[in-house]
């Protein structure tokens, strides 16, 4: 049976509360609550495992928001694995298509804006789910959320993780001796984005940074020079092929050089809030998330 397109949701166990609740509020108007309860469990049939366990923080997520019951039926809510200190390292994905785009913020715990942007997106496609213009749309708004909550650069062990990729110029540490960690991919944050990244098999990616005022730019890595000049139609920021310093171990090396992933680092002005960022990138956000004609063409 074709269940409806509302009820195709959540692979995970972790949301399965505001599953039922979004359920809840539409199940009248089908009369079939039984039914729609076992759908969202067929709904499993055939796709990865992906949740282990309900976790009152992914409820916070879902309830810092004022969606429709339909709106929560079409995000799911994964959890990719823990931090270091035990927190969920959550992924909100948006559609079934395979046409995917990943895009995630506050890797740097010392950049909370790029978290704030990432989340303001998360918010913006609950509520304008038809932007998404039949794609898949992941993100992952705190991806090192230890540091974030210490305002610190690095995890709870002071390893940059925008260091510790397992790419082919990786190395233990630089020259100002940040950790890199012991080995590549030595930190659970680390590979909770390549699982997501090995999971997604994404089509472009967008991570999302903060910089100093006149360092900020789309820095593109791999085959994303024409979706860089996109962005910068959009956003004002030049587009880089390059930082200027050596970045061993960093995602763009990762996702972009070494496996040809189109991949943008989008270096956000330190000096502007969440909300400002937000609205100075929004078209940009959204011209990523159609398909990739409409950036080729322009
Ligand atoms: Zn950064």
Redesign the pocket.
Known sequence: MEWPRAFRTHSVSSDRFECYRGLARVCLAFAAAPLLATGCTRVNEGRPPVARRAEPQVHHLFRSVSPSAVALARVRVVELGRSVRGRPLVMHVFGHSNDAVFIFGG??GN?PT?ASVARRLIEHLRNYPEVLGGRRVAIVAEANPDGLAERR?GNAQGVDL?RNFPTRNWRRADGDGRGHGPTPASEPETRAIMRAVDRLDPDCIISI???PRGKHCNNYDGPAEDLAAAMTRLNGYPPRASMGYPTPGSFGSWAGIDRGIPTITL?LPRDLSGSQCWRENRPALLAVIQPRTVYLSQ
Request: aromatic share 0%.
């Open positions: 890797i740097h950049e790029s650069r925008n940074h903060s910089i270096e």
